[in-house]
Structures are given as structure tokens and as C-alpha cells.
């Protein structure tokens, strides 16, 4: 145990940088704050040589509490929008959308084509060629309701399908 009160400053930035090789491996922004932690530790004891090592193990372990309980509220308070929210939730983005049926909906259950795929939808009993509009989603199944034809026009065409009209 002699080896522990003969800590100096490098120790604590070959922690540091240890931690920084780990934080590469499982990115999760934790190993980066204690890195900077143990790197602050490193870069007091270069200037106050003769802290004892429980004081260095003291301000590390507060340091790093500290350091990831701000980034945490940062985080918090800095949420970042993501560009496709709806990525792996495909369904989710026919919601709102209008579509004609397929196949007619009897018995509560019938298709309808989306892009270059057909989808099971639910809803009440409908003949095939009625304009429908997506109001959910259960898993797989889209759950629709006749379209009201004053909303098709607002409906059935995103944002962001339509083409910058030329100036």
C-alpha cells in the first residue's frame, strides 16, 4: 500500500485518459466528466504537490458528481429535436394522411395502398374507392375514418411533398 500515498499528478492523467478511451468505447457521456474530473485532480496536485490522497479522492469523486449532475440538467433543459422523429415508427408518419381504400373494410377490417405498399387498416365498414384518413395506429394496423372531402385538400398533401414554386 505504499504505492497509494505515493500518488502523482500523471496518475490522474493516465486515469483520465483511460477514462476518455473508455468513454469512446460506450458513449454515454458519463466516463467524459470524471475524465475531466480526474484531469483537474491531476492538474492540482502538479501544482500543489503535497495534497494528501484522500483530499485528491475527495475532490475527484465531488468533482465528478458534480460535473455529471450539471450535465444532466443540461441535458434536461437542452433536449435536441431529432430530424425524422418518426424513423423507426414508419406507421406514424400516415397518420393524418388520406388514402383510398383498396380493398372494401368489412367486418371492421380492410387495406389500403400506401406508396408501394398495401396496409391492413381498421374502421367502420366501407365500400373499396372510399377516401379515407389515417386518425391512428395500433402496431401494423392503421386505424382510419371516412375523410370529410372539405379536408382532403388539407390533409392529403404534406409540407414537405410539395415542390418551391419557381420565382
Not at 478511451?21 to 496536485?45: C, H, K, N, Q, R
Amino acid at each position: 500500500m505504499e504505492w497509494f500515498n505515493q500518488i502523482e499528478f500523471w496518475h490522474w492523467l493516465i486515469l483520465a485518459t483511460m477514462m476518455i478511451i473508455i468513454e469512446m468505447l460506450l458513449p454515454a457521456a458519463y466516463f467524459l466528466w470524471m475524465a475531466i474530473s480526474a484531469f483537474t485532480v491531476g492538474l492540482l496536485l502538479y501544482f500543489i504537490p503535497t495534497m494528501p490522497i484522500l483530499i485528491q479522492i475527495i475532490v475527484f469523486g465531488l468533482l465528478s458528481i458534480l460535473a455529471i449532475a450539471l450535465y444532466k440538467h443540461y441535458k434536461k433543459q437542452h433536449v435536441v429535436a431529432k430530424e425524422e422523429p418518426h424513423l423507426n415508427r414508419r406507421g406514424q408518419q400516415y397518420v393524418g394522411r388520406v388514402f383510398t381504400l383498396h380493398e372494401p373494410i368489412v367486418n371492421g377490417i380492410g387495406k389500403v395502398q400506401v406508396d408501394d405498399s398495401i396496409w391492413k387498416v381498421a374502421g367502420v365498414d366501407m365500400a373499396a374507392g372510399q377516401t379515407v384518413i389515417v386518425v391512428s395506429i395500433d402496431n401494423t394496423v392503421l386505424n382510419v375514418q371516412l375523410a370529410d372531402t372539405s379536408s382532403i385538400k388539407e390533409t392529403s398533401v404534406k409540407p414537405t411533398d410539395v415542390a418551391p414554386k419557381p420565382s
